[in-house]
């Protein structure tokens, strides 16, 4: 069965800390996707970032980097010196297919970000 | 701007009646879902629609109904055979028809309470 762990509940942080988002996959799927989303206060998900299983490489955008391992079936989100913009829940996501055309995406239970002046 | 208006952003509803919470895009995408969220849960899919006139059970329809009559209009029917319909419901679009490929663009949601 697939199943996207996200340890940390809640995380806070003070303005300009480097802070990293735990997420721990399971899945029997060869080809899958990753996925992190970010969900403001104002509720809509925000989509972050797409990886796929084939490729392992580590992807930096502005102060935001993602650790993509599949030794340890872990995509991790690093946000450096964080802002208080940065304050949301996180999502981490997984899809997979089940020997059809069909994908499931399966979210992680999301962790909040608090980040403090 | 193009992107996904859901409405009504707050509702109440007596129990036993139905609500309907509409989802209108005009980004053209051909498919269309709906997601329930609850305090400290993760995403879970209610529906989905891949094209007009077709749609297809998530992991927790029970209770729930949709249509598909337009491409730019998915509503979500609450019926009152949902036994804890009190959430947050949230509904999105991609590209790509295949679900669990691509981005999904989501609205900002519709948090719906039974009293």
Known sequence: AQKVTQAQTEISVVEKEDVTLDCVYETRDTTY???????????????????NSFDEQNEISGRYSWNFQKSTSSFNF?????????SAVYFCALSGHYGGSQGN????????????? | DGGITQSPKYLFR??????????????????????????GQGLRLIYYSQI????????IAEGYSVS?????????????????????????????????TGE???????????L
């Not at chain 2, 007596?14 to 305090?39: F, I």
């Open chain 2, 104 to 114: 999904l663009f989501f609205g900002e949601g519709s948090r719906l309470t039974v």
């Open chain 1, 33 to 51: 996707y990753l996925f992190w989303y970010k969900q403001p206060p104002s509720g809509e998900l925000v989509f972050l970032i797409r990886r």
């Open chain 1, 105 to 117: 995406l399966i979210f992680g239970k999301g962790t909040k970000l608090s980040v403090k002046p």
């Open chain 2, 14 to 39: 007596k129990e036993g009646q139905n609500v309907t919470l509409s989802c209108e895009q005009n980004l053209n995408h051909d498919a269309m879902y709906w997601y329930r969220q609850d305090p």
């Open chain 1, 78 to 86: 690093t946000i450096t010196a964080s802002q208080v913009v940065d």
């Open chain 2, 68 to 100: 598909r009559e337009k491409k730019e209009s998915f509503p979500l029917t609450v019926t009152s055979a949902q036994k804890n319909p009190t959430a947050f419901y949230l509904c999105a679009s991609s590209i790509d028809r295949t679900y669990g």
């Open chain 2, 52 to 59: 007009v006139n077709d749609f297809q059970k998530g992991d």
